[in-house]
């Protein structure tokens, strides 16, 4: 019995001493690894990305928690020198993992708040406080809820209590009060909130902001899923958002920060934000390579340059898929876009005022043809009333119809003819009809297009190609006679929605023609953003698809598909209907896989 006693404490003592030996290498691993990483911190330190005393403890507990959780018990110690040698090679792929994105999208500064284009990248590193689901649903990102109350002015907004800068500081509700009231004061885009913002406070309590407006505002959420939040005690030092430039790095609270703005390479580069606390994105790089010419980035995704294409508002050029596809290295995503592109009349003058020959121009063109040659077989035509499919509260409305002799009919009986006999109707100021298409050069086809219509039932129509802020001066003074332009989400989400941003006397801005001054269309506006009713709101879009079709302030051309080609080695994608791919989902999920 002695002797079985003595075997067992002899095998006790070799057990708790082969643990104690384990346990110490381990930690003296992990502590390796740590302060490795700090020493690289160190050498980063202009980055201002230190490990904090209590990230380093975080990461301790993490350790152990993951080396030690389902076990049940201490494996051998050749067990753990396998399992050990395989996490340390996965990790070692990991670190080194790289994902690499191809876009058109023009970088001009790094101005995160000031270049557009930047902004839109940037919701990766600073993420706004809500976002658009898959099916269009507005939700929280940095937000975990948000209530408002009953007559639509006050808006609270809930945080989430686990977000970090990736300085290591804890993101709070006031970081959330100062970005939106920063954008407020300090950008021209965003001076509604400057203008209808009452007061705003914050709770320590329940994490928690709450912003009142001295008007009924239902878009609030939506706004909020566009505007990049920003760390208080970076920020507030900075007087003007707009003119600063910085290449580098800033902080930010999403599962990356930008770490570089390399406008010389056309190179962003986003590392992992150690402070993240939600799901742990697989690559601890993500590049955005920036290209002038679609060409080349086909060419950098051929190459395996670069591992998808993203374009804001945009689509992977349709000449260009079969040239993709047959490389069979990629798959493609095809949604429905909630953008369009359309014919603006300007309504300020004659005959575009006449309700009647917009009826009419409507008639003259060849919708199918428009889709088939801008879209590739990608495209449709569209509805009367102007909003896609793909958009909430859509309303079936009649669907474009192209018919020239009904055209001609309608221009006659409203009093346009061909009294000289010259080939060309005559205005009711007796002088011939000519039209000038006022497009910009990506428009070059759909204008020559517009044009051999308009002339085939009686017009004389010219094309007038302009460069972007020549365009926007001429639509901003109302010297145009017809423009082709298009819609993009966020444009048809913006204001009161459904597209009415676009067209509301009352808001101006780079892309829209605030053309239309109807007591009636403003009024149904303002209803929109006053409503708190799902119903009410429903049958008031169903009212504004209904004046689209009816009053034609715009003619959409065509409806069209966004695709976006990824390589097979990749999988995870998530699109929403605002900024497709580029959402925080996205790069929380994609993972490589073998093909």
Known sequence: MK?????????????????????????????????????????????????SEEGFFD???????????????????????????????????????????????????????????????????????????????????????????????????????????????????????????????????????????????????????????????????????????????????????????????????????????????????????????????????????????????TLALKNGEADTYYKYAGS?????????????????????????????PNLKKAPFSDEEFREALAYAINYEELARLETLGYGEVPNRGFVPSSMENYKETEKLEYSPEKAREILEKAGYSDSNGNGILEGKDGKDIKLEILIRSNYARTGELLDEYFENIGLSADLKTVDSDTWIALKDSYNYDLTVTRSTPWGMLMHSSWGSGYFDSRRTGQGVMH???????????????????????????????????ENLPAIPLYWSKTVTPFNRHFEGWYADPLYGIYNLDTFTNVTKVEA
């Open 59 to 297: 990461r301790l507990i993490t350790y152990i928690k993951n080396l030690f959780s389902g076990e049940g018990e201490l494996q051998s110690s050749g067990e753990i020198s396998k399992i050990g040698a395989a996490d340390i090679q996965q990790s070692a792929d990991s670190e080194t993992a790289v994902l690499r994105i191809a876009t058109p999208d023009v970088i001009e500064s790094a101005s995160l708040v000031g270049d557009t284009g930047l902004g839109v990248f940037a919701h990766l590193s600073n993420p706004p406080l809500m976002k658009m689901d898959a099916e269009g649903h507005i939700v929280g990102q940095l937000a975990k809820n948000y209530s408002v109350s009953e007559n639509n002015t006050q808006w609270t907004f809930y945080l989430r209590d686990d977000l970090y800068w990736s300085d290591g500081e804890k993101v709070t509700p006031e970081d959330i009060e100062f970005s939106i009231r920063y954008y407020g004061e300090k950008t021209p885009w965003a001076s509604w909130i400057n203008d209808t913002l009452e007061n705003s406070t914050v709770s320590d309590a329940d994490n928690s902001v709450t912003f009142k407006f001295n008007k009924p505002y239902n878009q609030v959420s939506m706004e909020f899923a566009t505007y990049d939040i920003l760390p208080a005690h970076v920020w507030k030092n900075i007087d003007d958002p707009v003119e600063y430039t910085n290449n580098g790095p800033y902080v930010g609270c999403g599962p990356y920060y930008l770490k570089l703005i390399d406008l010389n390479a056309g190179k962003l580069v986003f590392e992992k934000n150690p402070y993240w606390k939600g799901k742990d994105p697989e690559f601890k790089t993500v590049e955005i390579h920036f290209y002038s010419n679609v060409d080349v980035a």
């Open 515 to 549: 053309n239309v001054e109807d007591p009636g269309f403003l009024k149904l506006c303002d209803n929109i953003l006053a409503t708190t009713d799902s119903a009410e709101l429903q049958n008031y879009a169903y009212e504004l698809q209904d004046y689209y079709a």
């Open 316 to 344: 992977y050029p349709y000449s260009s898929i079969e040239e993709l596809n047959k490389t069979g290295n990629f798959d493609f995503m095809e949604k429905t876009s909630i953008g369009l592109v359309f014919l603006a």
């Open 3 to 51: 002797q079985k006693i003595r075997h067992l404490m002899g095998l006790g003592l070799k057990i708790r001493l082969k643990r104690t030996i384990i346990l110490t290498i381990l930690v003296l691993t992990f502590c390796s690894t740590v302060f490795s990483s700090v020493a690289v911190g160190q050498e980063d330190s202009e980055n201002n990305q230190p490990v």
